[in-house]
């Protein structure tokens, strides 16, 4: 009661919420008051336990008349409109299920509807519903994928996933590449590796060893169905080749080899299903980024390696309690990479893998011993390193690539200049958009032989005086502006600095000088003839 000894209107001091409802025309009783009703019923009288269900004591008599809940007591809902399928459903449809078990409906939908033009395109929904329901009595049996425990330690996890999803670009260009996946499947810990080639050994072999060295251990065993992948379009010889190294590399590390059965992912769904939550890792990391083009490949895998660190921190607690129970590295790691010997033509350069690389032309006859990494070929001559390549892909089945250093020819370019105007790889020479542009213009407004010679001493320019970057700046700059490179003011541009160069002053000696020298050696020899001899 409010102060003063009067009551709100219509509420009765005492009484349960439910109460005032009893009177309310047209309630209806649910199956959950029914329930509380015969529950209540168990301590207490008719009038009792209809007041705390809600309901009024005669809606409990009847109850205790009829005690089938109100969903038992309704009529099963009849069709309201003619089955549109029932003509030809037994004949037609049911035929084709039967014969094509996994046959989607809307294929079953338009053939139906060619067969009978009259059928209206609305019936999809009755269509599938049907279908879904035959195929819950009648189908085929279907595969059931068995859930299982993993122990600390036991198994570790490989595979490849495409990210051309993501867009990402590096320079200005858009990065095709995938991403090497290694994940244990107890604790989560993970690894992710960018690969710029296809899913080859030596992108398994390396991203595999900087997980278990990043790791600490080793599990006792490891599944991947990369190499199967990469086996389906090789000879005999190559297949045995690539396992037996597969092979080695397994018994290095004291793992035991596994493959999944080929095209059934959820075979590898410990590591199939956190591609996927990587990649929305990764793709919310460049949405509060703000950008998704990175100035060169090592940032953008210092980005996937933060992303990666990140999630392995949250999985520290599981990863910590099964880096006991893994096996320990061995001593050193093994080779991730293929090894090929080669040999530099009168070209400047080499083919391998059906890609053309340019060498310095001293290297000319000698033979090179190449070590292939996934993106990049480090070359030996005998066991001294001469240099380091970035890995070129062939353009297509039918055309080769062209990886091309302007330095290693520039010299032999300059006596040559007219060779540039068909060069085979004359697009891969240019080191920057600019030397392009500028070939292109003095084409076009010198003729072909004044424009090889200028883009040959500009290329040269940017040789002799390390200035390719700002060259190259200076020549944009004058093709927006609607002018030619003038190569004298560049010339004078990237002259040495004169304040940079020291002044020195030679004062030649006069011949007396020589005289007067003679004249003291002949009188010392005169009194002191011991010092002569």
Not at 179 to 192: K, N
Not at 254 to 263: A, D, E, Y
Request: aromatic share 6%; glycine share 8%.
């Amino acid at each position: 009661m409010r102060a003063g000894g009067r009551e709100r209107p219509g509420k009765v001091s005492g009484s349960s919420p439910n109460r005032g409802n009893q009177s309310l025309p047209g309630r209806h009783i649910n199956d959950h008051q029914m329930r509380l009703y015969m529950e209540y019923r168990n301590t207490h009288d008719a009038t009792v336990a209809a007041a705390k269900s809600g309901f009024s004591r005669a809606s409990g008599y009847r109850i205790e008349s009829d005690p089938r809940l109100p969903s038992q007591k309704k009529s099963p809902r009849g069709r309201r409109r003619p089955d549109p399928l029932a003509a030809f459903w037994d004949d037609e449809i049911v035929p084709m299920l039967q014969a094509a078990p996994g046959i989607r409906t809307i294929a079953v939908l338009e053939e139906i509807r060619r067969r009978h033009p009259e059928i209206a395109a609305n019936i999809r929904r009755t269509l599938e519903r049907r279908i879904r329901g035959w195929r819950g009595l009648c189908g085929p049996e279907r595969d059931v994928i068995f859930r299982q425990v993993h122990e600390p330690g036991h198994l570790g996890l490989s595979d490849f996933t495409d990210m051309s999803e993501l867009c990402v670009m590096v320079a200005g260009a858009v990065l095709e590449h995938r991403l090497y996946h290694f994940r244990l499947a107890f604790s989560g810990f993970e690894h992710a590796h960018v690969v710029l080639g296809g899913e080859s050994f030596v992108a398994l072999a390396e991203g595999l060893q900087n997980a278990l060295w990043g790791l600490g251990g080793v599990p006792r065993e490891h599944r991947s169905d990369s190499l199967s992948a990469a086996f389906c379009n090789m000879d005999r010889n190559t297949q045995e080749d690539l396992t037996q190294r597969y092979q080695e590399l397994m018994r290095h590390y004291g793992m035991t080899p596994t493959r999944n059965n080929l095209g059934v992912a959820h075979e590898n769904g410990s590591i199939e299903s956190s591609h996927g939550h990587l990649k929305k890792a990764l793709e919310d990391a460049l949405l509060l980024r703000g950008s998704r083009d990175f100035n060169d490949l090592d940032c953008y895998r210092r980005f996937v390696d933060e992303i990666v660190g990140r999630r392995n921190a949250n999985n520290r607690k599981r990863i910590e309690l099964e880096r006991p129970m893994l096996r320990p590295l061995p001593k050193r790691r093994t080779a991730d990479y293929e090894e090929k010997i080669v040999t530099v033509t009168s070209s400047g350069g080499f083919m391998l893998r059906r890609v053309f690389y340019t060498a310095p032309s001293r290297l000319i006859g000698h033979r090179l011993r190449v070590r292939l990494y996934d993106d990049r070929l480090e070359c030996f001559l005998g066991t001294t390193a001469m240099m380091t390549l970035r890995r070129g892909r062939p353009v297509s089945e039918n055309k080769g690539g062209h990886v091309v250093d302007y330095r290693h020819v520039i010299h032999a370019l300059r006596k040559k200049p007219m060779a540039l105007n068909n060069l085979v790889y004359r697009d891969q020479l240019f080191p920057r958009p600019a030397y392009a542009r500028a070939f292109e213009a003095l084409h076009q407004s010198v003729g072909d032989r004044r424009a090889c010679k200028l883009t040959v001493e500009l290329l040269a320019l940017a040789h002799d005086r390390g200035c390719e970057a700002e060259l190259a700046q200076l020549i944009d700059a004058e093709l927006d502006a609607g002018r030619l490179p003038d190569l004298s003011i560049l010339r004078e541009r990237f002259a040495p600095n004169p304040a940079s160069v020291p002044t020195i002053k030679v004062a030649f000696v006069p011949l007396s000088v020589y005289d007067e020298l003679a004249a003291v050696h002949a009188v010392t020899a005169t009194s002191n003839p011991e010092v002569v001899a």
